[in-house]
């Protein structure tokens, strides 16, 4: 488990420190999400130290440096936040924006950066493969995450048959773990909040034996302990809406790569599906 993936809050606390480094720890621990936010010399300036001792509490907590310190934090602050506290630090942010329907899609354009430069090919190239092989898919995605779960169910229909979600925590899941074999996988999709029941669903997924895949923010995020393999999507938060064009442009990669993969199988059912929409008038 790297430094990221730890509480860095326990961390700070479970770690010797100089006199100094504890005054920025104490700062740190008690101002937790202002400091996410800060720079090294703004948090230096609010914790009464020089800026060198900042970034030496960071390198002596195990990370890279500051920025990887920071990072960690904004990972904590971003699965805590509140829908209330999101909207408002979304409206603080853009009360000095000129159009703030602007500077949101300018926020979706860095979460697609961040997600395509810091993605694990190796392991999206893997769960295309698992996806290929498998004979059925679960898709897990409650509230706001549901409308991602019912596109790459709509997505993968097409290529791999045997490919359901489940949107609501009515016992629709348990029913269709139930037809489940090794061959299996559930995929599980959720971002900050995460909720108690897509935890404990996929959590009910890996103790069945099938593969579980987390589609997911953060290497901090509750689904990634239960995770055969996981992806990850930047969602910078704009406001209480989440910000899912990184998860959308993801899992049109992950739907895209399988339909090539399943060509033989997927182009002979899209011309029987064209002919019956044809027949039935289905588009205008």
């Given at each position: 488990m ?13 770690t010797?420190l ?7 720890a104490k ?12 720079t ?5 300036r ?6 060198p001792?900042?970034?030496?509490l960071?390198t ?6 500051f920025p990887?310190?920071r990072?960690?934090?904004?990972d904590?602050?971003?699965s805590?936040?509140?829908t209330?506290?999101r ?14 329907a602007?500077?949101s ?6 979460n ?16 295309v493969?698992?996806l290929v092989?498998a004979?059925?898919v679960?898709i897990l995605g409650?509230?706001?995450?549901s ?6 169910q709509m997505?993968?229909?097409k290529?791999i ?7 609501a925590?009515?016992g629709?899941?348990?029913?269709e773990?139930?037809f489940?074999?090794?061959n299996?996988?559930v ?5 900050p909040?995460y909720t108690?029941?897509?935890v404990?669903?996929?959590r009910?997924?890996k103790q069945k034996?099938v593969?579980?895949?987390a589609?997911?923010?953060s290497?901090?995020s509750?689904l990634?302990?239960?995770?055969t393999?996981?992806l990850l999507?930047?969602c910078?938060f ?9 998860a ?8 895209t790569a399988v339909?090539i993969k399943?060509?033989d199988e997927t ?6 599906l064209?002919k ?5 008038e289905?588009f205008?």
């Open positions: 790297t430094k990221r993936q730890k509480d860095v809050l326990a961390l700070i606390k479970s010797p100089s006199d100094k480094k504890k005054q920025v700062y740190i621990v008690d101002n937790y999400i202002e400091a996410a936010f800060l090294a010399a703004e948090l230096a609010r914790a009464s130290v020089s800026e001792t900042v970034i030496r960071a002596d907590l195990g990370f890279t440096g990887e310190m990072n960690a934090l904004q904590k602050v971003q805590k936040l509140t209330l506290s909207l408002k630090k979304g409206s603080r942010r853009f009360k000095s924006s000129k159009n703030p602007i500077q899609m300018v926020t979706d354009m860095k697609l950066e961040n997600t395509l430069h810091n993605l694990n090919v190796r392991t999206l190239n893997r769960v493969n698992r092989q004979d059925k679960i409650y509230k706001m995450s409308c991602l779960a019912q596109f790459l997505a993968l229909k290529s048959d045997n490919t359901v979600a489940v949107t925590n009515m629709q899941f348990q029913e773990l139930v489940t074999t090794k299996s996988v995929i599980a999709i959720s971002f909040r108690t029941a897509i404990r669903d996929f009910m997924a034996g593969t579980t895949i589609i997911t923010d290497e901090l509750p990634v302990e239960y995770a393999d996981y999507a930047k910078d704009v406001s209480y809406v989440d910000s899912f064009a990184a959308m442009s993801l899992l049109c990669a992950i739907a339909s399943l060509e182009l002979p059912r899209l011309e029987e064209e019956m929409w044809e027949e039935n289905v205008f």
